[in-house]
């Protein structure tokens, strides 16, 4: 007889490793499609493209434009691709470049604040040229720039503040992975692809924050820069080459090169948290002054404070308490901000900028001119306003400002902003960026035509080729200014 021994496998207590953070990066972006995006994520990309255009089109008429768009036409030439502003069209990724020069250039344009980015700057040129060269629809153009701002804003993040810390401006590092992402996504990059191209991308992400030391402008190319990046990457990875699988994570990661060799950590567990769940769009904030967006507290303060009948000839002195995280890129040193060397500097100054502030109870463009690096007003109170340390800030998810006035008589006057405007639980409306975007566009644009381009990029989503939108939004031709 013929005897069956039952034998029991015991179970198998092996995981499998969990994927790298480009796979699961990876895996969200090739599974994306536009009809995933929720009906407030789309109205808000929309706003927020806006508000990018109407900076694009106030930045060129200015000189850094003109020098840019000269140097990059001397390079390689007419091309085929929209620039913003009255500029003729250049290749594809010099009008990457070109465009995000004009939306970072005025220092105007948003910012998601856990990552310390400008994301619109990267991502909408990026989405508007190759969404335009493949002649996607609006709704693929629109999904693929959520997509580059998803991506950033969890990069940015996981670094909690720190990239600042060492030097690294986080629009041009976080932003070229997001611009990659985005572009293999467009160009039908498989999974594999849409990996490789994230290692790729990691020998080309840079920003050098060195332009604080004298207001030079290379940071208005950054953004740009994270665009060519990410295309020139995605390009070489759909061909097959290869990039390393562990850019975030790895030994010589993104993460390890630029932080940990310094003592810094990041939480890595950001990098992909809430993917699809959460949309980290939906907090990116829209500038209200030309400034840096660590200052934008500290200047509503000032304007409170006027505003409730402050006059700047009774002011002894001024402490402005800010986050210590960004003492080092708009209050220090002391001497360079106080009397800042051109009108760019002066856009990272709390000295200069709360001056002016309370001298002229308001700050936009027009108040941020050479004039007023020499006034003597804006000086010598400038020269009466010290910084320290905000005990009780939130940050980098809140950029807080407070302002302690004593007056001549003995006085303390007090008013805090714990967020920015535009923060999360501060939002400004609709009506706010579209205001925005026509006192921005009526610099150079006739009213007429600047309402045709917020009408047509208010209905982008509904746009069938993202070419003739982008003839539309740029108003290029091939006679366009050098």
């Not at 005897?3 to 969200?28: E, G, N």
């Not at 091309?79 to 500029?87: L, P, T, Y």
């Not at 000295?351 to 003597?376: F, K, Q, T, W």
Request: charged share 15%.
């Amino acid at each position: 007889r013929i005897q069956v021994r039952l034998f029991h496998m015991p179970a198998d207590t092996t995981t499998l490793p969990a994927p790298s953070i480009a796979a699961q990066l990876a895996a969200f972006a090739h599974g994306l499609t536009p009809d995933m995006l929720p009906a407030a994520v789309v109205e808000q990309a929309k706003l927020l493209m806006l508000d990018a255009l109407g900076i694009a089109l106030a930045s060129s008429q200015h000189d850094f434009a003109h020098c840019a768009y000269r140097g990059l036409h001397a390079l390689g030439g007419a091309g085929d691709s929209a620039v913003m502003g009255a500029f003729a069209p250049l290749p594809l990724r010099d009008a990457v470049l070109m465009n995000g020069i004009l939306v970072h250039g005025l220092d105007f344009d948003d910012t998601h604040p856990g990552a310390i980015t400008h994301p619109s700057a990267s991502a909408f040129p990026l989405a508007l040229g190759l969404a335009a060269q493949r002649h996607a629809s609006g709704a693929e153009m629109i999904m693929t720039y959520v997509l580059a701002i998803e991506v950033a804003a969890r990069l940015g993040a996981a670094a909690q503040g720190r990239f600042h810390d060492v030097g690294f401006h986080p629009t041009g590092l976080v932003g070229a992975f997001g611009c990659a992402l985005a572009a293999g996504k467009l160009m039908g990059l498989d999974q594999a692809g849409l990996e490789h191209a994230q290692g790729v991308v990691l020998s080309m992400a840079s920003g050098s924050m060195e332009f604080l030391s004298d207001g030079a402008w290379t940071k208005r190319m950054h953004s740009g820069w994270a665009g060519v990046s990410g295309l020139t990457a995605t390009a070489l990875a759909g061909a097959g080459f290869r990039g390393p699988s562990q850019p975030y994570e790895g030994r010589f990661g993104l993460y390890a090169s630029h932080l940990a060799a310094r003592g810094l950590n990041a939480d890595l567990s950001l990098c992909a948290r809430g993917l699809g769940e959460r949309w980290e769009l939906m907090d990116v904030a829209v500038k209200l002054y030309p400034t840096c967006h660590f200052t934008h507290a500290s200047i509503d303060a000032a304007l409170a404070l006027r505003a409730a009948g402050l006059r700047t000839d009774e002011i002894a002195s001024v402490q402005v308490l800010l986050p210590q995280g960004v003492h080092p890129v708009v209050c220090e040193p002391v001497a360079a901000k106080r009397r800042p060397a051109n009108v760019y500097e002066s856009q990272f100054s709390i000295h200069h900028l709360v001056a002016l502030a309370l001298l002229r109870g308001e700050l936009g463009l027009a108040e941020l001119d050479a004039a007023n690096l020499s006034d003597p007003q804006v000086q010598a109170l400038a020269d009466r306003i010290e910084h320290a340390a905000d005990p009780d800030a939130d940050y980098p998810t809140f950029f807080s400002g407070e302002l302690r006035v004593r007056t001549h008589d003995g006085r303390e006057l007090r008013h805090r902003e714990a967020a920015h405007r535009g923060a999360p639980g501060r939002p400004i409306t609709a009506a706010d960026i579209e205001a925005k975007f026509m006192g921005n566009a009526l610099l150079t644009l006739p009213r007429e035509q600047a309402l045709r381009l917020l009408d047509a990029l208010l209905t982008a989503d509904r746009a069938p080729d993202a070419a003739v939108l982008a003839q539309t939004l740029t108003h290029s031709n091939t006679s366009g200014t050098l």
